[in-house]
C-alpha cells in the first residue's frame, strides 16, 4: 500500500488480520457472486415475477459488490495502479447501481409487504368461507333430514313408528351415539324410557317425573344440556370414555285419541315426554346452536305431526266418505233422472200408442164390420139369391115352352131376360169382389185346349143360328193340343168375348181365331206397355174374335173395360150387357199375365176383339204317373182297364149301381151280385177282382171271403178280394185281414180312388188300405 | 124354338145348380164324381142313379113310417136296417143331408125313443123331398138343353 492520508497512524500490515480479510472478503465475493445466480435460478423457476427490472438492478448490485470484494482481495498486498483503478471503477459503480437500488427499494418493499398482507387477508377469507360452506352444508343436510323426516312421519300413521323413525332420523342427522324418549306413565308420576335409537328393547327404566333436571328441561322450550350423570341420561351402560354431551328437549304431547274435528287440541294439556340426545362420547363434538335448534323443532312438532297427520287423515277420510256419498247420491239422482226421462218417454209412447191402438181397433172394427157385412152380402147373394133365380130362369123357360096369349108370351120374355140378366150380373160381381180382393187365384191344370174351344162352339151355335149368324173357328196348326191354366176362367173370357160378339151382331159371321203368339207379333204398336216374353215352358196364346157388327166408335173403346160404365152406344142395344163382363175378362186375362183389348173402325164397322194370355206347356205325355193327368178324361183316352172282369157284391141297390158304374166308366166288365149264395154261385177264376160291401148287418161278408179262399186253392187262380165299407174302426179291418181280404175301400169310392185303387191292386196283389 | 133367350145365361146358370146344391150341403163331392162318370157311353147314369135312389127311398121311408105307426110296439130293428139301407144308399150318391138325417135318426132309434124316431123320420122326409126337388130341375134343364141342340159341360 502507498501513502494513504488516513486519520490514523500507518501501522504495518498485519499478516493474522490480512489473511481473515482476505478470506472474509473471498466469501463474501463468492456469496455475492452466487446470490444473483440463485436468484435467476429461482426466478426463472417462478411463473410469475413482475419484478423483473428489479431483479436485474439488484443483480447488477450485487455483482458489482461482489466484484468490488473481489477486487479487494487483490489490494491487500502491493498493487499496481491499474489494480487500483478497477477497484476505483468497480467502487464508483457499485455506488451508483446500490443507491439506485435503494432508491428503487423503497417502492418496492411496500408494495411486497402488502402482498403479503393481502395475502394473509385471502387465507383467512377462505378459511372463514370454509366454515361458512361447512356449516351451510351441514344446516341442508339436516333440512333434508327433517324433510325426510317429516316425509316419513307423514307416511306412517302409527305413533309409535312416527317416534321411532324421529329418533332413527334425528340419530342420522345428528350422528348421535344414543337418542331416548321418555313417556310419562299413565299415572303422570314417572317417565319411562320407551323409545331408544340403539337398544332394541328398551327395559322399563322409569324417572320419577319431578326431577329437578326434569322440570328445568319441561319448563323450557329449548333444548337443555344436561349432565351425562343424570339419571335420564343414564341409559347405556358406562363406557370407558368420557360420555359426550347430553341435550335433552321436552317434547309435547296431545291427547290423540278424544279428537274433535273442530277443536284444535290445545296445547295446554302440558304433558310431555323428554327426549335425550347423547353425542358420540370419544369426539370432541358440542352441541351446535343449529344443532340443537333442529331438535327443539322435531320435539315440538313431532307430536303435532303425529296429530295433524291423524287429524288430516281422519279430515281426508271422512272427506272422502262425503266424497262417496256424494258420488253416489249423485249417481242414483243421474240414474232416477234417466228412469224418469225414460219413464217419461215411455209413457209418452205409450199413450201414443194407445191412442193409436185405439184408433187402429176402431179401424179394424170398422173393417172388420164392412168385411163381415160384404160376407154376409156375399153369402146371402151366393144361397139365396142364386137359387131362386134359377129356378126363375127354369121355369120361365119352361113356361115359355106352354101354350101362352101373345101378352103372356111378352111378359115370360121379359121375366126371363131381366132375370137372366140379374143372374149374369150376380155371378159377375160376386167374381169381381174376388178378383178386386185379390183372394181369387188361378185354377191350375192341364186341360185339353182344342176342347174348351169346342166347348164355347157347342154353346154359342144355338144362339148364333138362331140369329143367322155364322160361327168359324180356325186353330192354328201349331197351337198346342194341351196347356196349363186355369180352364175355367179361360172358358169363361173366351164365352164372354164371343158372347158378346154374337150379342151384338144381328147378322153376319162372327169368325174366331186362336193360334201361338210370335215374338214379333207380341210387341203391338197399340199396346205399348206390354212386353210378353215367352220362354221355354210357356206360349202366349192369341185368340181374335171379329165380329161383323155394329161397331164401337173410337172414343168408347176405353170405357169397354171400366166396369159399369154404359156407352150410348150399348144402351141402344136390346139385351145389354151389365157392363162387367169385359171387366171381368181383363181382370181374369191380367192374372193370366196377357192383355184384352178392341179394336174398331167405327159405328157400322164392327169390331174386333183380341186377348193374349200365358198358357204353361205341359211336360211330354210319354210318362206313366203324371199329377196332371187326372183331368183328362179317360173316355176320350184308352181305358184304363179295359176288359177286366169284376164281380161286385152290394145288397144295397143304389150302392150297387154307383160302383158298377165306377167300374164301367173305367172300362171293367162288371158282374152285380146282390146276396152272398149268388157271389159263391156266380164267382170264377174268370173274375180278377170282387168288391164286396161288409158294412151290410145280416150280410155276413167276411164269411163269402173264407168260402172263396176256399174254393180257390191255388193262390194264383184267386179273384182280388176288396172289402168296401161305410166305417173307419179297426176291428172292421182287422176283421177282413183275418179273413183273408187283399184290401179295404172306404165308401164313397171316388173315380180316381178307384182308379189307383185298381191299378195298385193289379200291380201288387195286395192293397192295406185305400181310406 | 128359343127367341131371344140368352142360352148362354141358361147354360151358364145350368152350372149352378149343382153348385148351389153343393154349397147348400144337400149334395157333396160323391154327386160330383158321379156327374164325371157320366160320358157318351152312359149319358144319363146320374140321372138313372138318383130314379134309384128316389124310388129305394121312398119306399124306405114308406116302410119306417108304418113301422113307427105300430101301435103294438115299434120293430125299432127293422127301422135300424132301414136307416143303414138308407144310409148306404145316400152315401153312395152323395146326398150328404139326407146321410146326416139318417145318421141323426139311428141314434134315436138305438135308444129306442119313438118321439125322437118320429121327428128324425120327418127331418129325413124334409131332406130327401129337397134333394129330389133340386134333382129333378137340374134333369129337367139338362133335357130342355139337350132337346135346344146344345150340349151339357161335361164335369172333368
Known amino acids: 500500500m502507498d501513502s494513504c492520508n488516513c486519520i490514523e497512524p500507518q501501522w504495518p500490515p498485519d499478516d493474522l488480520l490480512m489473511k481473515y480479510q482476505y478470506i472474509s472478503d473471498f466469501f463474501i465475493a463468492l456469496a455475492y457472486f452466487s446470490i444473483p445466480l440463485e436468484l435467476i435460478y429461482f426466478v426463472k423457476k417462478s411463473a410469475v415475477f413482475p419484478y423483473r427490472w428489479v431483479l436485474v438492478q439488484f443483480g447488477a448490485f450485487i455483482v458489482l459488490c461482489g466484484a468490488t470484494h473481489l477486487i479487494n482481495l487483490w489490494t491487500f498486498t502491493m498493487h499496481t495502479r491499474t489494480v487500483a483503478m478497477v477497484m476505483t471503477t468497480a467502487k464508483v459503480f457499485t455506488a451508483v447501481v446500490s443507491c439506485a437500488t435503494a432508491l428503487m427499494l423503497v417502492h418496492i418493499i411496500p408494495d411486497l409487504l402488502s402482498v403479503k398482507t393481502r395475502e394473509l387477508f385471502l387465507k383467512n377469507k377462505a378459511a372463514e368461507l370454509d366454515r361458512e360452506m361447512g356449516l351451510i352444508r351441514t344446516q341442508e343436510e339436516t333440512g333434508r333430514h327433517v324433510r325426510m323426516l317429516t316425509h316419513e312421519i307423514r307416511s306412517t300413521l302409527d305413533r309409535h313408528t312416527i317416534l321411532k323413525t324421529t329418533l332413527v332420523e334425528l340419530g342420522r342427522t345428528l350422528a348421535l351415539e344414543e337418542c331416548a324418549l321418555w313417556m310419562p306413565t299413565r299415572t303422570g308420576l314417572e317417565l319411562q324410557l320407551s323409545y331408544t335409537l340403539r337398544q332394541q328393547n328398551p327395559v322399563g327404566y322409569t324417572v320419577p317425573i319431578h326431577l329437578p333436571v326434569i322440570n328445568q328441561v319441561f319448563s323450557s322450550s329449548h333444548a337443555v344440556k344436561i349432565s351425562p350423570k343424570c339419571p335420564v341420561a343414564r341409559i347405556r351402560p358406562a363406557g370407558k370414555y368420557m360420555p359426550g354431551e347430553v341435550v335433552a328437549v321436552r317434547v309435547p304431547l296431545l291427547h290423540l285419541s278424544n279428537f274433535q274435528i273442530n277443536d284444535w287440541p290445545e296445547l295446554s294439556t302440558k304433558r310431555y315426554a323428554l327426549m335425550v340426545l347423547m353425542l358420540p362420547s370419544d369426539s370432541a363434538r358440542q352441541w351446535h346452536v343449529h344443532e340443537l335448534e333442529l331438535v327443539e323443532v322435531v320435539a315440538d312438532q313431532v307430536t303435532k305431526f303425529v296429530a295433524l297427520r291423524l287429524l288430516h287423515m281422519f279430515q281426508i277420510s271422512m272427506l272422502l266418505k262425503a266424497l262417496d256419498l256424494y258420488i253416489s247420491i249423485m249417481n242414483q239422482v243421474a240414474v232416477a233422472l234417466s228412469h224418469a226421462a225414460i219413464l217419461e218417454e215411455s209413457m209418452r209412447a205409450r199413450d201414443l200408442l194407445m191412442e193409436q191402438n185405439v184408433a187402429l181397433d176402431l179401424a179394424r172394427r170398422e173393417a172388420e164390420t164392412a168385411i163381415r157385412a160384404r160376407n154376409d152380402f156375399l153369402a146371402v147373394m151366393n144361397h139365396e139369391m142364386r137359387t131362386p133365380m134359377h129356378a126363375i130362369i127354369a121355369l120361365s123357360s119352361l113356361l115359355q115352352e106352354t101354350e101362352l096369349t101373345p101378352e103372356q108370351r111378352l111378359m115370360v120374355e121379359t121375366i126371363l131376360k131381366s132375370s137372366n140378366l140379374l143372374s149374369t150380373l150376380i155371378n159377375d160381381v160376386l167374381d169381381l169382389s174376388r178378383l178386386e180382393d185379390g183372394s181369387l187365384q188361378l185354377d191350375l191344370g192341364t186341360f185339353n185346349l182344342f176342347a174348351v174351344f169346342r166347348e164355347v162352339l157347342n154353346l154359342i151355335k144355338p144362339i148364333a143360328s138362331v140369329k143367322k149368324l155364322h160361327v168359324s173357328l180356325n186353330l192354328a196348326p201349331d197351337l198346342p193340343e194341351y196347356a196349363i191354366g186355369d180352364e175355367k176362367r179361360l172358358m169363361q173370357t173366351i164365352l164372354n168375348v164371343v158372347g158378346n160378339a154374337v150379342k151384338f151382331s144381328k147378322e153376319g159371321s162372327i169368325s174366331i181365331t186362336a193360334f201361338v203368339a210370335k215374338s214379333e207379333l207380341l210387341r203391338d204398336s197399340r199396346t205399348p206397355e206390354f212386353f210378353p216374353v215367352p220362354s221355354d215352358n210357356h206360349f202366349y196364346l192369341r185368340v181374335q174374335v171379329k165380329d161383323s157388327g155394329v161397331g164401337i166408335s173410337p172414343q168408347d173403346i176405353p170405357k169397354l173395360f171400366t166396369k159399369f160404365a154404359q156407352t150410348q152406344s150399348t144402351a141402344t142395344r136390346n139385351s145389354g150387357g151389365s157392363g162387367l163382363g169385359l171387366a171381368i175378362c181383363k181382370r181374369f186375362v191380367n192374372l193370366m199375365e196377357g192383355h184384352i183389348w178392341i179394336e174398331s173402325e167405327g159405328l157400322g164397322k164392327g169390331c174386333t176383339a183380341i186377348f193374349m194370355v200365358k198358357l204353361g206347356i205341359p211336360e211330354r205325355l210319354n210318362e206313366p204317373k203324371l199329377p196332371f193327368m187326372p183331368k183328362v178324361p179317360t173316355n176320350h183316352g184308352p181305358t184304363a182297364f179295359p176288359g177286366l172282369k169284376v164281380l161286385v157284391m152290394d145288397e144295397n141297390g143304389v150302392s150297387r149301381m154307383v160302383t158298377k158304374g165306377l167300374l164301367v166308366h173305367l172300362g171293367c166288365d162288371v158282374t152285380m151280385v146282390s146276396s152272398s149264395e149268388e157271389c159263391l154261385r156266380v164267382v170264377s177264376h174268370e173274375h180278377k177282382v170282387v168288391f164286396m160291401d161288409v158294412c151290410v148287418p145280416g150280410m155276413d161278408g167276411y164269411e163269402v171271403a173264407i168260402r172263396i179262399n176256399e174254393k180257390f186253392t191255388k193262390c194264383h187262380e184267386r179273384p182280388i178280394i176288396v172289402a168296401l165299407t161305410g166305417n173307419t174302426e179297426k176291428v172292421t179291418k182287422e176283421n177282413c185281414m183275418r179273413v183273408g181280404m187283399d184290401g179295404i175301400i172306404l165308401k164313397p169310392v171316388s173315380l180316381d180312388k178307384m182308379r189307383s185303387v185298381l191299378s195298385d191292386l193289379l200291380e201288387h196283389r195286395v192293397l192295406f188300405e185305400a181310406i | ?156
Open chain 2, 1 to 156: 124354338m128359343w127367341h131371344g133367350i140368352d142360352m148362354y145365361s141358361l147354360v151358364y146358370s145350368f152350372g149352378f145348380v149343382p153348385c148351389a146344391c153343393e154349397h147348400q150341403g144337400i149334395v157333396d163331392d160323391q154327386f160330383t164324381q158321379l156327374r164325371k162318370l157320366e160320358d157318351e157311353n152312359s149319358p144319363h147314369f146320374v140321372m138313372e142313379v138318383a130314379s134309384l135312389f128316389f124310388e129305394d127311398c121312398e119306399k124306405l121311408i114308406n116302410n119306417m113310417a108304418i113301422a113307427l105307426e105300430q101301435k103294438q110296439g115299434v120293430d125299432f130293428k127293422q127301422i135300424d136296417e132301414c136307416i143303414h139301407q138308407l144310409k148306404g144308399s145316400s152315401s153312395s150318391i152323395g146326398a150328404m143331408r139326407v146321410k146326416n138325417a139318417c145318421i141323426a135318426f139311428r141314434s134315436f132309434s138305438d135308444g129306442q125313443n119313438r118321439e125322437g124316431c118320429l121327428r128324425c123320420l120327418q127331418q129325413l122326409s124334409h131332406e130327401y123331398s129337397l134333394l129330389k126337388n133340386k134333382l129333378q130341375t137340374l134333369f129337367r134343364l139338362e133335357k130342355e138343353i139337350v132337346a135346344a141342340g146344345g150340349s151339357i159341360p161335361r164335369v172333368h
